[in-house]
């Protein structure tokens, strides 16, 4: 993300500044204007491909679409900070003041930062696109093999 985080306060009211939301706008913007279901029927045609790298990355005993769906899943549960996001700066980096934030998965962290109106947009964007996804891959689960 270009620039740095955007604060405002210091000490214990050291907070995401609300305008730190206008770096990720275009970026959400980017995402939205893509159809969901466009996206998904475009995984469906590369899902060979993403196939074979995920086991040539040393995962041959899962899926790839499983992964992919279970980090949607994790990204959907991220929460949905009301008000100011409350920071602590130990050293360089900064930390979430909120224990149960600081202790987020990286993705939900980096929701959490966006500000919550491009939170909710890209969790919108990413629910239809889940939907689309199971729907399109559905009929291949459940198509017979060849061998039958």
């Not at 360089?92 to 929701?111: F, H, N, R, S």
Request: with cysteine.
């Amino acid at each position: 993300m270009p620039g740095a985080l955007r604060t405002t306060g210091q000490g214990a009211d050291l907070a995401i500044a609300p305008d730190n939301a206008r770096r990720y706008a275009p970026y959400v913007q980017m995402l939205t204007a893509i159809s969901p279901q466009r996206a998904a029927q475009l995984y469906v045609q590369l899902y060979p491909l993403c196939e074979q790298a995920w086991r040539e990355l040393g995962h041959p005993k899962s899926a790839f679409n499983d992964r992919l769906l279970a980090v949607i899943a994790n990204l959907l549960q991220a929460p949905e900070p009301q008000g100011a996001v409350l920071l602590r700066q130990p050293k360089v980096l900064y930390t979430y003041a909120d224990p149960a934030l600081e202790a987020a998965p990286a993705g939900q962290k980096i929701l959490m930062r966006m500000g919550l109106e491009n939170e909710r947009a890209v969790k919108d964007w990413l629910r239809q696109f889940r939907q689309d996804l199971q729907a399109q891959m559905q009929p291949a689960a459940t198509a017979p093999s060849p061998a039958q």
